[in-house]
């Protein structure tokens, strides 16, 4: 099993490198398997596509940041956000800009998304006050706002990680109201 | 029409075929000698069936045309075919490397009977030439054959590479048929 484990992860840590060095729509299922060192045939046992490989990444760098039972569960997820994205910053400043379907943005949000719903499913004790904006929907929207503070952090080096931490923490406790006072 | 007459269309034509299943192969995970054998058996057959059945055609109304018309048909089939290649090589994109679990013989067969209709404008010709029909349909089958089984196989090692080059080769392959057969029957 850790063999297994292992060769998913040199697979989807050889995509991370060709992703720096090539444009995505020239890396090839082989040039990915060349790089891990396997046959061609090898990454088909773990993923459908080069996107499904891009997915495992991304879901892998963001998992660790879900800590749903702690108590300021955002703000870890934040805070390894930030960590995650300053030590692969360049392949997340390419990869922000690969769109078509299974674009990075529908991959990002999405896999987000899954994480702040997970903190929600935990710690949203009641749904009175807006029985009909479930988890999954404030989990989404949540994600889709992150992802464009991501991008705007990505193509703005001067930022810094705590900044992205800080208007991070901003834009989810603070109302739209907030802003205009 | 000589054995090479024969050859060098069937040749271009079987590299339609070639792309195709070197895309194919691309896309299928534990694809074993025996499968590849099956598919290209497959691929071989229909591309027979199609040839048979355009040098039928032709038996029923070339008969009824001398034999400079004749020539001038399969000069023209030729062009037609070798231009189509030709423009499918420069409009050709890649193909997207995605696992494919759902391919079976019955997927494989209605890609042999789509790719293949060609061929029987290929039959045509030769029936209004007078080509052999016995070696007509061993070529028809043979280089399908041999093409399928290698594009499958690298395909399945190496993925698609070279789409738009080897359309080109088959569709200059086809043009010089067609150069070929004005010089020898119609000037």
Known sequence: MDKKNNTKEFLAESLRLLIQRMPFHSITIKKICDEAGVVRVTFYNYFVDKYDALDYLVQTDLMAGICERESDPLTI???HLAKVLSEHRRFYEISVEIDGQNGF??????RLGEGIKRILD???TSMAEAPELDNAFLAQTHAVLIFY???TWLKNPSLKEEDFIKYALKMSQSSFYDFMK | MNIWMMMLPCIGLALDDFILMMGKGATLKDLTTEKTTAYAGIFGSVNLCAALIGYLVALVFGGMLV???NAM??????LVLGMWFVHKALTRKGIVERLDLNFNWKQCVKMAIITNITTIFYGMANGMMGS???LLLLCAYLTCFVAVFV????????GYRFGRGIQGVGGALLLMMALSVWFKFLR
């Open chain 2, 67 to 69: 034999v400079k018309v």
């Open chain 1, 149 to 151: 503070l991501v991008r």
């Open chain 2, 151 to 158: 594009a499958l196989r690298i395909g399945y090692a190496y």
């Open chain 2, 132 to 134: 052999s029909l016995i």
């Open chain 1, 122 to 124: 935990v710690h949203r």
């Open chain 1, 105 to 110: 943005q529908e991959i990002f949000i999405h």
């Open chain 2, 73 to 78: 048909i399969c000069a023209l089939i030729f």
């Open chain 1, 77 to 79: 997820l934040l805070t």
